[in-house]
């Protein structure tokens, strides 16, 4: 009996380490999930409309002064030598450099297609890299986000695997990541109505 009242406890703190998913993240309007070739749910595409009647700027203009597809640098750090001997503690810092082109990738009547990375923090820096397709129509903009891809900045001594899927799990932050591409079509927005 004893060892079974130890088997459940093991069972129940290895099962409380393991991420759970997202269920808030199924109900998101315009969140589109698909499935990896894992079988692992992600997100495929995000999309939302904002209404707007007024253009004090092009679509185009405001998406290129807006959005940035700079190159990020992704580091993680080795360490060498043998937790025995001094010098184990002496850090290789591994850095990557990922991302990065022109803006905008097409213009066609109504319609421009962009590449670009934003950010956001949950205890260290994410970058979340997309591909956004606009439409204008005569009472709104409908925004469209496809691959989406998202890549902590620094992962200590972990490898650091850049950009990849976004999990609808918990511990992959979806929201957060909706969230900062919600931030990015507030700044096309508000560009959209500067005079």
Not at 28 to 37: F, K, L, Y
Not at 59 to 67: F, K, P, R, V, W
């Amino acid at each position: 009996m004893k060892k079974l009242i130890g088997y459940v406890a093991v069972l129940a703190m290895l099962t409380s380490c393991a991420s759970q998913k997202m269920m808030s993240i199924y109900q998101t309007n315009g969140v589109e999930i698909a499935q990896n070739s894992s079988g692992v749910d992600i997100l495929n595409k995000y999309n939302t409309s904002r209404p707007i009647t007024v253009f004090h700027s092009s679509l185009s203009l405001c998406i290129a002064q807006e959005l940035d597809n700079s190159p990020v640098v992704l580091t993680s750090e080795n360490y060498f030598g043998s937790p025995w001997w001094s010098y184990y503690n002496i850090p290789n810092q591994q850095s990557i450099t990922v991302s990065g082109g022109d803006t905008i990738k097409l213009v066609e009547g109504n319609h421009v297609v962009a590449e670009a990375v934003t950010d956001y923090l949950h205890r260290t820096k994410y970058f979340v890299s997309y591909t956004l397709t606009t439409t204008r129509n005569q009472n709104n903009i409908h925004y469209l986000f496809s691959n989406i891809k998202q890549a902590q900045q620094y992962t200590g001594s972990v490898v650091n695997d850049g950009f990849e899927n976004v999990k609808t799990l918990e511990s992959a932050h979806p929201n957060l990541v909706i969230e900062a591409l919600n931030k990015e079509v507030d700044k096309i927005q508000e560009c959209l109505l500067r005079q």
